[in-house]
């Protein structure tokens, strides 16, 4: 060995090392599965590299991994033959945490929770969950392309440190020894190993070989000389399926292959919620495997999430995120998309471009929506992936204008009509349930549940019996300007100035009664000169039984909910100006048209006005003036009685 050093792990892999150790004892066999990925994906890699630089195989292109024991050492030892590592590679890939979000995730977990070993299994942790088994592990590795002398040799018991060294390994990949702790010794059972590489690894398309008809006579002989290696000792067995699982007969897989699938495509131990696989012959050649999953993958609110499909060429990965085949809004999916018309050696740039990627995401897209379609059937399922991506989905009206029809019943709303903060209402059920006469969708948008059910907006609709939807995540209003139909049917905001009611009722309820306009004219015009440029109109309404006044806005223009997302992406908050509706059947504005005193008058004025800024708003410009009012108003009432 020579350039020997021992050198600290970053302070993330002591952390995570630390958990693993301690949490993670009720599924301590994922470590083969784990460490067969890696060796998998070594062996991609290699095939990747070797398009353009065959080489790379130093003479050896059939690329497996093999599984060993020794029971008298203790040691269960994985040999690949993939694309091996550089020493700065071994430092930077056995010593740090790459991923972002480290830091958060691991300070998200607790020692002494359960659900932490579902979470550490979504985040992928790999290599290090060697260390749930093993008490020391030793890797030997040499880099394709690399001479025998450039091999590097690692070394650590998981604490604080690894060594690290140079050394002579003329076999190309990558080799890792566990020296298992005690109490573990279940693992240097072939049987065992057998089992959970069925369990978890029989889809992985690189053989996985083990020997087998060992002769144990050979075997104590071969123990005992140095230069082992060529002995032949038994034979070399592949115990999983070693083809890709998507190439095969739909008809011969099972539910668990899939499952297992998922979770090795994923990182994500738990089920995925529905999946679809096809072979798509004809004009495009392609077969995709896409899956939804169960649970909002980790850092899916993150600016740097990486979502994508795995892209396969021909049976070889490309690349492992390839986000030109999805589309934001449908970002969850995980899943393969394996093409036999894209060119081999496709750059990334040019994948960008192609019409072939166009036109694949077009009909991977249709894709993934009749498969959410599919799962809308099952009410229960369907709830479930609304909590988790209804959100998500709510940006496809918007970024996808070609889709949006299939998006539109796609969607779920709380509504009037299921008294509960539940998004469960599809557009298809609210216009089943529409009144005679009535021909828009009636939607309110507020900053929550409760301030859209209770909002006066929505009172003369309650009234007549009509269903309003009622929208209140902060999306809603953005994508409300994208959604302007659904079946014909014209979607209508009721904090609209034009809302007209007139025809639709249900028949026991009374129709309001008309108002005597000229007699509110001189109130009307004194509130107007009042107010003068702050608002765009006054206007007397019917529409309010329990509210005094509310404002609403002229149908072209700009919503409070729109203006508010403008304010929150750091934009100057854009002025609405807003029409003051009044009730005139209320007590408090019929007290207020009999002040004579101008100063009160517009105290009255400005109190009534504030109040329906703030139903409208949710907030006010100056909190503490409106709470002054309302205080010296409590004061003259209480002195004066
Ligand atoms: P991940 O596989 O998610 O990247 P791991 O902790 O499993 O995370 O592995 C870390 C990195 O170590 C891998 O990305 C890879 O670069 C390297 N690595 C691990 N095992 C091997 C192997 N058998 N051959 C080559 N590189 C490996
Ligand atoms: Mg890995």
């Known amino acids: 060995m020579k350039e020997k050093e021992t050198r600290g ?49 130093e003479g050896n292109g059939e690329l497996r991994v093999r599984i ?26 056995l010593g740090t945490i790459a991923k972002s979000g480290t830091k958060a995730f691991l300070n998200s ?82 049987l065992r190993i057998k089992n959970i590489i069925s369990k978890y690894s029989d889809h992985i398309s690189l053989p996985i ?26 034979n070399w067995e592949t115990i999983n399926q070693a083809n890709a699982l998507w190439t095969r007969n739909k008809s011969d897989i099972s539910n668990e292959e899939y499952k297992n699938f998922y979770r090795h495509i994923s990182h994500n131990v738990n089920e995925p919620l529905i999946w679809s696989h096809n072979r798509i012959e004809g004009k495009q050649d392609y077969t995709c495997l896409l899956y939804i999953p169960a649970d909002a993958p980790w850092g899916i609110w993150n600016r740097d999430y990486k979502y994508g499909l795995k892209l396969y060429v021909k049976r070889v990965l490309i690349m492992d995120d390839a986000e030109y085949f999805l589309p934001n809004y449908l970002r969850f999916i995980k899943g393969i998309i394996d093409s036999n018309d894209l060119p081999l050696n496709i750059s990334r740039e040019i994948l960008q471009n192609s019409r072939i990627t166009q036109s694949l995401k077009s009909a991977i897209i249709k894709r993934i929506l009749s498969m959410i379609e599919k799962l809308a059937k099952n009410k229960e399922k369907y709830n479930s992936f609304w909590k988790n991506f209804g959100i998500v989905i709510k940006e496809g009206p918007a970024e996808d204008p070609s889709n949006i029809s299939i998006i539109a019943k796609l969607l779920r709303f709380a509504s009037t009509y299921c008294n509960s903060d539940q998004q469960t209402v599809s557009l298809d059920e609210y216009i089943s349930r529409m ?41 809603d209003g953005w994508m409300m300007n994208y959604l302007t139909e659904f079946n014909g049917k014209l979607f209508q905001l009721v904090s609209k100035a034009d809302l007209n009611l007139d025809n639709i009722s249900q028949e026991n309820v009374a129709e309001n009664k008309e108002i005597e306009k000229k007699a509110w004219e001189p109130f009307i015009n004194r509130v107007q000169s009042y107010l003068g440029n702050r608002i765009k109109e006054v206007r007397l309404t019917n529409r309010l ?26 934009h100057m908050k854009p002025e609405i100006k807003y029409i003051f509706e009044i009730n005139p059947e209320h007590k408090l504005v019929k007290l207020a ?49």
């Open 209 to 234: 070989e083990m020997l087998t008809n060992i002769n144990q006579d050979t075997k104590n002989k071969a123990d005992n000389n140095e230069d082992k290696k060529d002995v032949v000792i038994g």
């Open 545 to 570: 039984t329990d509210t005094p006044a509310i404002v609403t806005i002229e149908s072209n223009d700009m919503t409070t909910q729109m203006a508010k997302l403008i304010v929150a992406a750091g």
């Open 435 to 475: 009144l005679e006469k009535q021909d828009k969708i009636y939607y309110i948008s507020a900053d929550s549940y409760a301030a859209a059910k209770s909002s006066p907006h929505i009172e003369l609709l309650q009234k007549k019996g009509i269903e309003v939807l009622l929208l209140f995540d902060r999306i």
């Open 68 to 93: 060993l024991f020794d029971k008298d050492k203790r040691t269960i030892t994985l040999i690949d033959n993939g694309i091996g590592m550089q020493r700065n590679e071994v430092i930077d890939n």
């Open 109 to 190: 977990m607790s020692t002494d929770n359960v659900k932490d070993n579902q979470l550490i299994g979504q985040f992928g942790v790999g290599f290090y969950s060697a260390f749930i088994v093993a008490e020391k592990v030793i890797v030997s590795t040499r880099a394709a392309g690399t001479t025998y002398d450039q091999g590097v040799y690692w070394e650590s018991t998981g604490e604080g440190d690894y060594t690290i060294a140079s050394i002579n390994r003329p076999e190309r990949g990558t080799e890792i020894t566990l020296y298992l702790r005690k109490g573990e010794e279940e693992f240097l059972n072939e």
């Open 593 to 641: 048209a009999n002040i004579n005193d101008n100063k009160i008058f517009n105290e009255w004025v400005e109190l009534l006005f504030d109040q329906a800024l703030f139903i409208e708003c949710g907030t006010l410009e100056d909190p503490n003036k409106f709470v002054r009012r309302i205080n010296n108003l409590l004061t003259n009432i209480t002195t004066t009685t």
């Open 9 to 57: 792990f970053q302070s993330e892999v002591k952390q995570l090392l630390n958990l693993m150790i301690n949490s993670l004892y009720s599924n301590k066999e994922i470590f083969l599965r784990e460490l067969i990925s890696n060796a998998s994906d070594a062996a991609d890699k290699l095939r990747f590299r070797a398009l353009e630089q065959p080489d790379l195989y």
